[in-house]
């Protein structure tokens, strides 16, 4: 449970400081956020008219503000109101256009999709710019590793979906997600415990204050889930934080400091008659000849990733000219064995992002402007090793890399007031991307380069004072990955025969165009906010990655047809009182049309994302309490190949849960139940070219399960 404050920024830091300087006197120093009341407009200053200006440590409030300005579909996420939030899907859930996909439940990682951007991939590791305070996590060649970021450590998470994202970074489809940190300004100290069925257990600790100058923050937490299938044991250990400054004239500094270490068994798929027969079951666990081969038990698919990360930014300035600076560097070692091959990754990544915006005060302050640079570049050495079928160790080594990725991107945008009601925004974003690999058992090698504009134009309308239309047309490109360039083929019944090869790949591009709009109807706390974003997105070269007959990735291709992406986004929430009370609701409706418009599959359904899911939660709140229920609805069944074979569909599936959640004061506590029915379902599959309802390619859902936490906040 968690306890959001309500109060005034500069209210709050008032009452942070005595505790702020007796953590100074520890050691530990704190605070400089509040060092004066009439700082506060400055820093905090946001603008009707265009790109709204944000501190290095903002509050939802500004961001809501900021993400107003942007003619498109966006997210504000809270996740510290969450009751549970032990995965990214409890962050995430009930947010429009963001489809989360569970794979086995635990800290392991879920299939996260926006637009379709990136869903072929096997684990899920492209698609999406995922920023932690404004600057990637992303390895330059944009793949990711979703299961180590840490959601408790996020004051609010900010999504910009499609091409309408603003960093000079995202040139993909599938937008850009920001987790902003916590800082000591925004809490004292916290406590959480959590647990519940199938051994999940979680705790975290955090402390932070704040003194004159500075403020600090540091979390911990820990995570372990024995897993509710049969070899989907998972761990999260995670150090986050942060250390901020603020000088004379608007100067600010923060340095963050993030430590991850992630581990979890891989249950692997399963044919589909065993989501009814067997739930919790893996293969192995039966005789077939099929069990025989890809015995989960003895191959031991699983994943170990651990990540250094150390950020600092700084920005100074005014509204007439402010400027931030920012540089990251992460150290990522990532083991990934698939059931027949290992794939052990060393990577280091560091990268650099200069911005400087400004609103002249001429006309009014009607012309505002923005420019970026932006700089990335990882150093990998990827190993490939066959996996030993007999007790899951590494058997001979098939490829040795030497792999590099450079990005070198520049943005420059601006906004116009073109009447009172009216806003007119664009952007050209320039980049030059290099993927380099060079084999050290070998003479293979292959180099790439990209050099390509993304332009953006968008408009903005104020209907009435509550209502804001948009339109926007968006060009997007994303390369192709290391995990789609470096291709292994491992026959699980002759690991011998083991071979790699380097795949050279054209770029993935798309035009988009979007209408929509947000509003609220109503005042205050009982207010009932709304949006809508409908797009098409039409794509050439759209990256399909593939898994073989076991279920097994094999490779990934450009598809010559060209692709459409469609689909309707809609999110709903707010407050109505009801008797002595009042029903807090919130609810999403995302459709996904994505169609082959030519080749081999002309007029097919492409793979991999629900054509519709329906995220809805009902709370009747009274007093300290709140209880009611949610569901997880998939009303049509979804493809889980390119051929749409029949039979060998995701069947649809409709998930009841409940939930109970006090606060009082500094504690909270709260009591769910998932699945409550015991529904058996597949949550998610491989995806493939042709299947059938024979092939492994079926991950079980949870079934009923029970969490109960309680949050302390000091």
């Given at each position: 449970?968690?306890?959001?404050?309500?109060?005034?920024?500069?209210?709050?830091?008032?009452?942070?400081?005595?505790?702020?300087?007796?953590?100074?006197?520890?050691?530990?120093?704190q605070?400089?956020?509040?060092?004066?009341?009439?700082?506060?407009?400055?820093?905090?200053?946001?603008?009707?008219?265009?790109?709204a200006?944000?501190?290095?440590?903002?509050?939802?409030?500004?961001?809501?503000?900021?993400?107003?300005?942007?003619?498109?579909?966006?997210?504000l996420?809270?996740?510290?109101?969450?009751?549970?939030?032990?995965?990214?899907?409890?962050?995430?859930?009930?947010?429009?256009?963001?489809?989360?996909?569970?794979?086995?439940?635990?800290?392991?990682q879920p299939?996260?999709?926006?637009?379709?951007?990136?869903?072929?991939?096997?684990?899920v590791?492209?698609?999406v710019?995922?920023?932690?305070?404004?600057?990637?996590?992303?390895?330059a060649?944009?793949?990711?590793?979703?299961?180590?970021?840490?959601p408790?450590?996020?004051?609010?998470?900010?999504?910009?979906?499609?091409?309408?994202?603003?960093?000079?970074?995202?040139t993909?489809?599938?937008?850009?997600?920001?987790?902003?940190?916590?800082?000591?300004?925004?809490e004292?100290?916290?406590?959480?415990?959590?647990?519940?069925?199938f051994?999940?257990?979680?705790?975290?600790?955090?402390?932070?204050?704040?003194?004159?100058?500075?403020?600090?923050?540091?979390?911990?937490?820990?995570d372990?889930?024995?897993?509710?299938?049969?070899?989907?044991?998972?761990?999260?250990?995670?150090?986050?934080?942060?250390?901020?400054?603020?000088?004379?004239?608007?100067?600010?500094?923060?340095?963050?400091l993030?430590?991850?270490?992630l581990?979890?068994?891989?249950?692997?798929v399963?044919?589909?008659?065993r989501?009814?027969?067997?739930?919790?079951?893996?293969?192995?666990?039966?005789?077939?000849?099929?069990?025989?081969?890809?015995?989960?038990?003895?191959?031991?698919?699983?994943?170990?990733?651990?990540?250094?990360?150390?950020?600092?930014?700084?920005?100074?300035?005014?509204?007439?000219?402010?400027?931030?600076?920012?540089?990251?560097?992460?150290?990522?070692?990532?083991?990934?064995?698939?059931m027949?091959?290992?794939?052990?990754?060393?990577?280091?990544?560091?990268?650099?992002?200069?911005?400087?915006?400004?609103?002249?005060?001429?006309?009014?302050?009607?012309?505002?402007?923005?420019?970026?640079l932006?700089?990335?570049?990882?150093?990998?050495?990827?190993?490939?090793?066959?996996?030993?079928?007999?007790?899951?160790?590494?058997?001979?080594?098939?490829?040795?890399?030497?792999?590099?990725a450079q990005?070198l991107?520049?943005l420059?945008?601006?906004?116009?007031?073109?009447?009172?009601?009216?806003?007119?925004?664009?952007?050209?974003?320039?980049?030059?991307?290099?993927?380099?690999?060079?084999?050290?058992s070998?003479a293979?090698?292959?180099?790439?380069d990209?050099?390509?504009?993304?332009?953006?134009?968008?408009?903005n309308?104020a209907?009435?004072?509550?209502?804001?239309l948009?339109?926007?047309?968006s060009?997007?490109?994303?390369?192709?990955?290391?995990?789609?360039?470096?291709?292994?083929?491992?026959?699980?019944?002759?690991?011998?025969?083991?071979?790699?090869?380097l795949?050279?790949?054209?770029?993935?591009?798309?035009?988009?165009?979007?209408?929509?709009?947000?509003?609220?109807?109503?005042?205050?706390?009982?207010?009932?906010?709304?949006?809508?974003?409908?797009?098409?997105?039409?794509?050439?070269?759209?990256?399909?990655?593939?898994?073989?007959?076991?279920?097994?990735?094999?490779?990934?291709?450009?598809?010559?047809?060209?692709?459409?992406?469609?689909?309707?986004?809609l999110?709903?929430?707010?407050?109505?009182?009801?008797?002595?009370?009042?029903?807090?609701?919130r609810?999403?409706?995302?459709?996904?049309?994505?169609?082959?418009?030519?080749?081999?599959?002309?007029?097919?359904?492409?793979?991999?994302?629900?054509?519709?899911?329906?995220?809805?939660?009902v709370?009747?709140?009274?007093?300290?309490?709140?209880?009611?229920?949610?569901?997880?609805?998939?009303?049509?069944?979804?493809?889980?190949?390119h051929?749409?074979?029949?039979?060998?569909?995701?069947?649809?599936?409709?998930?009841?849960?409940?939930?109970?959640?006090?606060?009082?004061?500094?504690?909270?506590?709260?009591v769910?139940?998932?699945?409550?029915?015991d529904?058996?379902?597949?949550?998610?599959?491989?995806?493939?070219?042709?299947a059938?309802?024979a092939q492994?390619?079926?991950?079980?859902?949870?079934g009923?399960?029970?969490?109960a936490?309680?949050?302390?906040?000091?």
């Amino acid at each position: 449970m968690r306890i959001t404050l309500n109060q005034q920024f500069k209210s709050r830091v008032r009452s942070l400081r005595v505790a702020g300087s007796a953590t100074l006197a520890a050691g530990f120093m704190q605070g400089a956020l509040a060092q004066q009341a009439t700082v506060l407009p400055e820093v905090t200053v946001t603008s009707s008219r265009g790109a709204a200006v944000l501190p290095l440590a903002a509050s939802p409030t500004a961001e809501r503000e900021r993400l107003a300005q942007v003619p498109g579909g966006t997210n504000l996420v809270e996740p510290q109101k969450e009751a549970r939030l032990a995965t990214l899907r409890d962050a995430l859930d009930y947010q429009p256009g963001i489809v989360m996909q569970d794979f086995f439940g635990g800290t392991d990682q879920p299939r996260l999709g926006i637009r379709g951007s990136g869903i072929q991939s096997n684990p899920v590791n492209r698609g999406v710019l995922l920023l932690q305070d404004g600057l990637p996590l992303n390895e330059a060649d944009g793949s990711f590793i979703i299961g180590l970021i840490e959601p408790r450590n996020a004051a609010f998470i900010s999504a910009l979906r499609g091409a309408n994202a603003r960093s000079p970074g995202a040139t993909a489809l599938g937008g850009e997600l920001d987790f902003v940190s916590l800082t000591g300004a925004d809490e004292r100290g916290r406590l959480r415990l959590e647990g519940g069925s199938f051994g999940r257990r979680g705790a975290q600790a955090a402390v932070g204050g704040v003194g004159e100058r500075f403020d600090s923050r540091v979390s911990v937490s820990s995570d372990r889930y024995d897993g509710y299938r049969h070899h989907s044991a998972s761990r999260r250990d995670s150090v986050q934080a942060n250390v901020g400054f603020q000088g004379d004239g608007g100067f600010e500094n923060r340095t963050y400091l993030g430590w991850t270490d992630l581990a979890f068994q891989i249950p692997n798929v399963v044919p589909k008659d065993r989501i009814q027969s067997d739930p919790r079951g893996v293969m192995g666990d039966g005789a077939t000849p099929q069990d025989q081969l890809l015995n989960v038990y003895k191959r031991d698919p699983r994943r170990d990733a651990t990540q250094l990360r150390l950020v600092n930014r700084s920005r100074w300035g005014s509204d007439t000219l402010r400027q931030e600076v920012g540089v990251y560097w992460q150290d990522t070692d990532d083991l990934f064995n698939n059931m027949t091959s290992h794939t052990v990754t060393h990577s280091r990544t560091a990268g650099a992002q200069w911005q400087a915006s400004g609103r002249p005060a001429g006309r009014d302050g009607a012309l505002g402007w923005r420019t970026a640079l932006s700089w990335a570049d990882s150093a990998m050495q990827r190993d490939l090793y066959a996996t030993n079928p007999a007790n899951g160790t590494q058997m001979q080594r098939f490829g040795s890399y030497d792999l590099g990725a450079q990005n070198l991107q520049a943005l420059a945008a601006a906004d116009w007031r073109l009447a009172p009601d009216w806003t007119l925004l664009g952007s050209v974003q320039w980049s030059h991307l290099t993927r380099d690999a060079q084999s050290r058992s070998s003479a293979a090698q292959l180099n790439q380069d990209w050099s390509f504009a993304t332009p953006k134009i968008g408009l903005n309308w104020a209907a009435t004072p509550t209502t804001r239309l948009w339109a926007n047309l968006s060009r997007s490109h994303e390369a192709p990955t290391f995990w789609e360039i470096v291709s292994a083929t491992v026959a699980p019944n002759s690991p011998a025969t083991a071979q790699a090869e380097l795949v050279r790949l054209k770029m993935q591009r798309a035009t988009t165009v979007e209408l929509g709009g947000a509003g609220r109807w109503g005042e205050g706390a009982h207010a009932v906010h709304w949006t809508a974003a409908v797009y098409r997105s039409v794509l050439a070269d759209e990256l399909i990655s593939t898994t073989d007959a076991n279920g097994i990735k094999v490779g990934t291709y450009n598809y010559a047809g060209g692709t459409r992406h469609q689909g309707v986004e809609l999110g709903l929430s707010g407050s109505q009182r009801m008797g002595v009370g009042a029903l807090d609701v919130r609810a999403s409706w995302t459709y996904s049309d994505f169609r082959f418009r030519g080749g081999e599959y002309a007029g097919k359904q492409i793979a991999g994302v629900p054509r519709q899911l329906i995220n809805a939660e009902v709370l009747y709140r009274i007093g300290a309490w709140r209880f009611g229920p949610n569901v997880r609805w998939m009303p049509v069944s979804t493809p889980t190949d390119h051929a749409n074979t029949a039979g060998a569909e995701q069947d649809a599936y409709a998930l009841l849960g409940l939930k109970l959640e006090w606060r009082d004061g500094p504690w909270a506590l709260y009591v769910q139940a998932d699945n409550v029915t015991d529904r058996r379902y597949a949550s998610a599959y491989a995806i493939r070219n042709q299947a059938t309802a024979a092939q492994p390619g079926y991950l079980q859902g949870l079934g009923r399960s029970f969490t109960a936490g309680l949050s302390y906040k000091f």
